[in-house]
C-alpha cells in the first residue's frame, strides 16, 4: 500500500516516513518545489512537489496513494495574526480533504494539535473530552488548527470521510532541521536562557507520535481525536532535566509572570517596528506562563502509542543537533 505523507521533511513528517519504511508501506512524500528536504536523502521513498494550498496539486500528488497522513502546517508565531496561516493549516487542509473524497482514499491521519483541547493540572490533566479555550492566546497558529480540525470532525459525519485526528504536545526529537523545539535544547546547552517561568508543558518523542499516525492507518476509530503526548513537566524540571543530559548548567533564576508579560509586549512593538520576528511576543510570553498538561492515554490504549522515556528524545534530539552542527 502506498501512504502520501504532506510535510514529509519536517520534524514528526521525517519519522512518519520512517516508521511507514519500518512497516513496510510504500512512501510518496509531497512538500514543497523548493525544500531541500535533507532529512529525508537516501530514504527508499517516491517524491512529489507541490502546495497544499492549490488543489490540482494536491489531487496530482494523491493519485495512487491508498491512504494519506497530513502533517504539513504552518507552525509559526510570528507574526501573531496572518493571512498565510489561516491559508496553510485550514485552506490547505480543505484542499486535503477535496483531494481524499474525489480519490477515493481509504484512511486519512490528520495531524492537529493538542492545543485544539484545554489543559488541565498534573493531578487532572486535559483530554480529548476539553472543550478549546486557545482563543485568548491571540495566535492564529492555534485558532487555524483548531478550525481546520473542527472541519476534518464535520467531513466525517457530513462526507463520510474516514478520518483520524493525532493531536501531538510538544515534540522533541531527531531530524529538526529548522529547528523548532531543538531551539530550547540549543539555548540550555549554550546557556543562552535567563531563567525560566511558572509554566510546563506535555512533551513527547517524535517518534512515539509517528507511531501513533502511522498505527492510526488501521487502528482507532473514524471521527475520533486522539492526544499524543507523554511527561508533563514544569519547565525548571524539564530545564534540570535537559542539563543533566546534556551536562551543563539549567537555569536557575524564575522570572516572575508580570515580567516576562512586560517582555512580551515590548518584543510585540519591537518586532513590529523592525519587521523582524522578536525572541519572544506577547502571545507566547502568556504561553509561558501557563501550565499546559494533557494526558495521551487514549491514544496509548487505542493506537499502541509508545511511552519512551524523555530523556531518549532529548539525548536523541541533542546528538542530531551536534552532528548537523546545530549546538
Known amino acids: 500500500m502506498k501512504i502520501l505523507v504532506t510535510g514529509a521533511d519536517g520534524l514528526l513528517g521525517s519519522h512518519i516516513v520512517r516508521e511507514l519504511l519500518a512497516d513496510g508501506y510504500e512512501v510518496k512524500a509531497f512538500t514543497l518545489p523548493n525544500s531541500p528536504s535533507k ?4 530514504l527508499p521513498i517516491e517524491h512529489a512537489h507541490g502546495n497544499i494550498c492549490r488543489l490540482e496539486e494536491v489531487v496530482q500528488a494523491m493519485q495512487g496513494c491508498d491512504m494519506v497522513i497530513h502533517a504539513a502546517a504552518s507552525t509559526k508565531v510570528w507574526p501573531t ?4 496561516i489561516w491559508e496553510i493549516n485550514l485552506n490547505g487542509t480543505q484542499n486535503i480533504v477535496e483531494a481524499a473524497i474525489q480519490c477515493k482514499i481509504r484512511r486519512l491521519v490528520y495531524v492537529s494539535s493538542a492545543s485544539s483541547f484545554s489543559p488541565g493540572s498534573k493531578e487532572h490533566p486535559g483530554t480529548e473530552n476539553n472543550p478549546f479555550n486557545g482563543y485568548h492566546y491571540q495566535l492564529d497558529y492555534v485558532d487555524s488548527k483548531f478550525a481546520a480540525q473542527e472541519y476534518i470532525l464535520r467531513a466525517t459525519k457530513e462526507k463520510d470521510l474516514p478520518a483520524i485526528l493525532i493531536n501531538p504536545t510538544f515534540m522533541f526529537g531527531e531530524y529538526d532541521s529548522q529547528p523548532s523545539s531543538g531551539k530550547m535544547i540549543v ?3 549554550q546557556g543562552t536562557l535567563p531563567g525560566y517561568t511558572s509554566g510546563g508543558k506535555n512533551f513527547v518523542y517524535a517518534k512515539d507520535v509517528a507511531r501513533a499516525s502511522v498505527n492510526a ?3 482507532g476509530r473514524i471521527g475520533q481525536c486522539y492526544i499524543a503526548g507523554n511527561t508533563n513537566l514544569s519547565y525548571p524540571e524539564l530545564f534540570e532535566k535537559m542539563a543533566r543530559i546534556m551536562g551543563v548548567k539549567a537555569p536557575a533564576i524564575r522570572i516572575p ?6 517582555y512580551g509586549y515590548l518584543g510585540t512593538i519591537w518586532g513590529k517596528l523592525m519587521k523582524r520576528p522578536p525572541a519572544l511576543n506577547h502571545a507566547t510570553a502568556r504561553v509561558s506562563c501557563d501550565q499546559q498538561y494533557y494526558s495521551g492515554q487514549k491514544a ?7 511511552q519512551t522515556p524523555l530523556e531518549t528524545a532529548i539525548l536523541n534530539a541533542f546528538n542530531w543537533l551536534k552532528t548537523n552542527h546545530y549546538c
Open 39 to 42: 532529512t529525508l536523502t537516501g
Open 257 to 262: 509572570n508580570p515580567l516576562i508579560m512586560v
Open 217 to 219: 492507518l488501521t487502528m
Open 300 to 306: 496509548v490504549n487505542e493506537l499502541n502509542m509508545p
Open 187 to 189: 539555548a540550555v546547552y
Open 81 to 84: 495574526r496572518a493571512k498565510d
